[in-house]
């Protein structure tokens, strides 16, 4: 068993969600620096402001990825930052700092990842024709995209147009959880083509400006199981999937929806709206690689009595999440099988073999794993250690699912935990930790390298042999 010799042994993170200065150099607001001041929307009120302060302290932050020997480092350009109003004058100062990133990561040989969109919507995009409900975002964000390849395709091969479509359109326009907090099916439907459409067209503009690089999008991907052998808990992790999982995977990868997902929705909905040319501008972006970011499974039961959306386990107090479905067609329920975090999400790295090999299967492209990890409280010793065995124990099955999956002839480029520092999680605050660096918040945000980051150092040094 083995990696290939130059897989990308990676670790992520998001602009937001990492780097502060929210206001610093001349960046302008983005949806989130407003929501996440409004009362009731995130975890004790936390927000980006300050977050790890990426941004002040990079080179420090890249310097520790190198002692690590990471391979790839996947990290998120704020539009803000670029493009202040979202269009029109561009702050110099934003692309430097992510050109002085790139360059920092490349003097260790680390191959920066860039994520286009990671949330972070412009504000003024919002305020202008509501950001992503209006297909005037595609010439902006197809703008802003061209002025990121232009500027840093010279240096940087792997992109990633878009990260987890599904959760910021389904979280913000379907359960509104996410700005804009809508619970609007027919906006989500077309805010969700139109999120296509750009990522379409991004990538046909990305041949041109940055012909031997590599593209794709990344999904959030949550293979399922049938609760039972019974026939409507079958059907029901059939429409689960045509619903959740290929609605968005295949407009991005196959240029095309579900036929029978879509007949129901437009029927039901009146959405979304295609107009000429939208499935040929689809059909014609060709991606290089299926991103994927992997958590947890679900298990699906039959919801004829009509479960709906019930909430988020949001504070880590395990067994709090209560069953969500859509009426009709199918509800998630608990898998009695498997363990689950303190945030109630299913440990199963079976479930990344599976779903990996599920994808090579219908799409045939090579994937990238661009997030996966386990957010946890972690306990630090009478010494000020670090020692968050459960993260390695969770990373290790995982990479072993890895091996496991290409030996069953998956093309798997590269692997990225997330995150490689611990960083404000959308919802939960800076309680749940992700990262192999610790972030003292009492202490001038002091980082400390936990026992992961040993851990990962060793796989990388030995290509995956020393687990
Ligand atoms: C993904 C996102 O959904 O999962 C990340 O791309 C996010 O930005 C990660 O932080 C973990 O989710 P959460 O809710 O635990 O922070």
């Given at each position: 068993m083995?990696?290939?010799?130059?897989?990308?042994?990676?670790?992520?993170?998001?602009?937001?969600?990492?780097?502060?200065?929210?206001?610093?150099?001349?960046?302008?607001?983005?949806?989130?620096?407003?929501?996440?001041k409004?009362?009731?929307?995130?975890?004790?009120?936390?927000?980006?402001?300050?977050?790890?302060?990426?941004?002040?302290?990079?080179?420090?932050?890249?310097?520790?990825?190198?002692?690590?020997?990471?391979?790839?480092?996947?990290?998120?350009?704020a539009?803000?930052?670029?493009?202040?109003?979202?269009?029109?004058?561009?702050?110099?100062?934003?692309?430097?700092?992510?050109?002085?990133?790139?360059?920092?990561?490349?003097?260790?040989?680390?191959?920066?990842?860039?994520?286009?969109?990671?949330?972070?919507?412009?504000?003024?995009?919002?305020?202008?024709?509501?950001?992503?409900?209006?297909?005037?975002?595609?010439?902006?964000?197809?703008?802003?995209?061209?002025?990121?390849?232009?500027n840093?395709?010279?240096?940087?091969?792997?992109?990633?147009?878009?990260?987890?479509?599904?959760?910021?359109?389904?979280?913000?326009?379907?359960?509104?959880?996410?700005?804009?907090?809508l619970?609007?099916?027919?906006?989500?439907?077309?805010?969700?083509?139109?999120?296509?459409?750009?990522?379409?067209?991004?990538?046909?503009?990305?041949?041109?400006?940055?012909?031997?690089?590599?593209?794709?999008?990344?999904?959030?991907?949550?293979?399922?199981?049938?609760?039972?052998?019974?026939?409507?808990?079958?059907?029901?992790?059939?429409?689960?999937?045509?619903y959740?999982?290929?609605?968005?995977?295949?407009?991005?990868?196959?240029?095309?929806?579900?036929?029978?997902?879509?007949?129901?929705?437009?029927?039901?909905?009146?959405?979304?709206?295609?107009?000429?040319?939208?499935?040929?501008?689809?059909?014609?972006?060709?991606?290089?690689?299926?991103?994927?970011?992997?958590?947890?499974?679900?298990?699906?039961?039959?919801?004829?009595?009509?479960?709906?959306?019930?909430?988020?386990?949001?504070?880590g107090?395990?067994?709090?999440?209560?069953?969500?479905?859509v009426?009709?067609?199918?509800?998630?329920?608990?898998?009695?099988?498997?363990?689950?975090?303190?945030?109630?999400?299913?440990?199963?790295?079976?479930?990344?073999?599976?779903?990996?090999?599920?994808?090579?299967?219908?799409?045939?492209?090579?994937?990238?794993?661009?997030?996966?990890g386990?957010?946890?409280?972690d306990?630090?010793?009478?010494?000020?250690?670090?020692?968050?065995?459960?993260?390695?124990?969770?990373?290790?099955?995982?990479?072993?699912?890895?091996?496991?999956?290409?030996?069953?002839?998956?093309?798997?480029?590269?692997?990225?935990?997330?995150s490689?520092?611990?960083?404000?999680?959308?919802?939960?605050?800076?309680?749940?930790?992700?990262?192999?660096?610790?972030?003292?918040?009492?202490?001038?945000?002091?980082?400390?390298?936990?026992?992961?980051?040993?851990?990962?150092?060793?796989?990388?040094?030995?290509?995956?042999?020393?687990?």
């Open positions: 083995s990696f290939p010799k130059n897989f990308l042994w990676g670790s992520a993170t998001a602009a937001y969600q990492v780097e502060g200065a929210w206001n610093q150099d001349g960046k302008g607001p983005s949806i989130w620096d407003l929501y996440s409004l009362p009731g929307t995130t975890f004790e009120g936390t927000n980006g402001d300050i977050a790890a302060d990426h941004y002040n302290r990079y080179k420090e932050d890249v310097k520790t990825m190198a002692e690590m020997g990471l391979k790839t480092y996947r990290f998120s350009i539009w803000t930052r670029i493009f202040p109003e979202g269009s029109g004058k561009i702050n110099e100062k934003g692309i430097e700092f992510y050109s002085n990133l790139i360059d920092e990561l490349l003097k260790y040989n680390i191959e920066p990842m860039i994520t286009l969109y990671h949330w972070d919507l412009p504000q003024a995009l919002q305020d202008k024709y509501a950001g992503w409900e209006s297909r005037e975002i595609i010439d902006d964000f197809v703008e802003y995209a061209r002025v990121c390849f232009k840093f395709g010279d240096r940087v091969k792997y992109w990633i147009v878009m990260n987890e479509p599904n959760v910021f359109i389904g979280l913000g326009y379907g359960i509104a959880l996410h700005p804009p907090g619970k609007d099916r027919k906006k989500e439907l077309n805010a969700g083509h139109i999120t296509a459409l750009a990522n379409a067209k991004a990538i046909k503009l990305f041949r041109e400006i940055v012909p031997n690089g590599m593209i794709g999008s990344s999904i959030a991907y949550g293979p399922a199981y049938a609760a039972s052998e019974s026939e409507e808990d079958k059907l029901a992790l059939e429409k689960y999937y045509n959740n999982v290929w609605w968005w995977f295949d407009p991005y990868f196959k240029g095309e929806y579900p036929a029978d997902m879509l007949k129901y929705n437009q029927e039901k909905y009146g959405a979304p709206e295609i107009l000429d040319g939208d499935m040929e501008l689809l059909k014609s972006a060709k991606s290089d690689f299926i991103g994927i970011n992997y958590y947890c499974t679900q298990m699906i039961a039959d919801n004829k009595e009509g479960v709906g959306y019930n909430g988020m386990n949001t504070t107090e395990k067994n709090s999440q209560k069953e969500n479905g009426p009709g067609l199918f509800k998630n329920v608990r898998n009695t099988n498997l363990e689950y975090t303190d945030w109630d999400w299913a440990i199963d790295p079976d479930g990344l073999r599976y779903g990996m090999v599920q994808l090579k299967e219908r799409y045939n492209l090579p994937i990238i794993i661009s997030e996966n386990l957010g946890a409280v306990p630090i010793d009478e010494e000020g250690n670090i020692q968050d065995i459960p993260r390695i124990d969770y990373l290790r099955e995982h990479i072993i699912a890895c091996e496991k999956a290409i030996e069953e002839g998956v093309d798997l480029l590269g692997y990225c935990t997330w490689y520092i611990d960083l404000l999680s959308w919802l939960n605050g800076y309680k749940k930790q992700y990262g192999f660096i610790y972030v003292d918040r009492k202490n001038n945000l002091e980082r400390k390298k936990k026992a992961s980051y040993f851990w990962y150092k060793d796989v990388i040094a030995s290509n995956g042999e020393k687990l």
